[in-house]
């Protein structure tokens, strides 16, 4: 089976602007949940979609939203970058019922 | 709120060396605990532990789960260069979303 997918693989913003990444989970995987990494804070859950529904939300402000498609490939966007948000953002896939995640490669997001 | 705290943030051993990565944890309602290994991009899986005393193995690593204590160690025996990576720990409770622990960043010398 194909891994998990994650486009695009590098993204440079500036300040304010919005951002859309996107995620390709493994085929029949329809959980996907969304990671922001960072050197100093670590891996911090975004939220997890299953079934095109939101099912959990991390910490993070309400600039941070996603969406599932029925195809279980999800999208999350940022809205009014700040400096802060430059990150990996990583995207993981699993099969219900299962609590193993597999992640994808990433996208390496710079706000300048 | 649920934690995990990893030690030692980082470790540096040469070629051979036995290391012993170590994996704290508060959890709601313990369902799973996962390592994974990183290396420049996505964490890659290892174990998935959920019973306390049984030990999974994998090659040269290998873990266990003491779910009394509330932790787990990751071991790799006679390290190569290529166990060079972070080793990221993370527990899933009853919110169903895992949480991670800041990793161990394993350097092995040549």
């Known amino acids: 089976k194909a891994g998990v997918t994650q486009t695009p693989r590098y993204l440079i913003k500036t300040r304010g602007q919005q951002v859309t990444l996107s995620c390709s989970p493994i085929?029949?995987?329809?959980?996907v949940s969304w990671y922001q990494q960072t050197p100093g804070q670590g891996l911090q859950f975004l939220f997890e979609y299953f079934s095109e529904t939101q099912r959990n939300k991390g910490n993070f402000p309400g600039r941070f939203s996603g969406r599932q498609f029925s195809n279980s490939r999800s999208e999350m966007n940022v809205s009014t970058l700040e400096l802060g948000d430059s990150a990996l953002y990583l995207c993981?896939?699993?099969?219900?019922?299962?609590?193993?995640?597999?992640f994808g490669p990433g996208t390496r997001l710079t706000v300048t | 709120e649920d934690k995990v705290v990893q030690s030692p943030l980082s470790l540096v051993v040469h070629e051979g060396d036995t290391v012993t990565l170590n994996c704290s944890y508060e959890?709601?309602?313990?369902?799973?605990l996962l390592w994974y290994k990183q290396e420049k991009k996505a964490p890659t899986f290892l174990f998935m532990l959920t019973s306390s005393g049984i030990e999974k193995k994998s090659g040269r690593l290998s873990s266990i789960l003491d779910k009394k204590e509330l932790f787990s160690i990751l071991n790799i025996t006679a390290t190569q260069t290529g166990d060079s990576a972070v080793y990221l720990c993370a527990v899933g409770g009853s919110a169903r979303q895992l949480t991670f622990g800041s990793g161990t960043q394993l350097t092995v010398l040549p």
């Open positions: 085929s029949g995987h329809r959980s």
């Open positions: 959890v709601t309602n313990f369902r799973s």
């Open positions: 993981a896939s699993r099969e219900e019922g299962y609590l193993e995640q597999y």
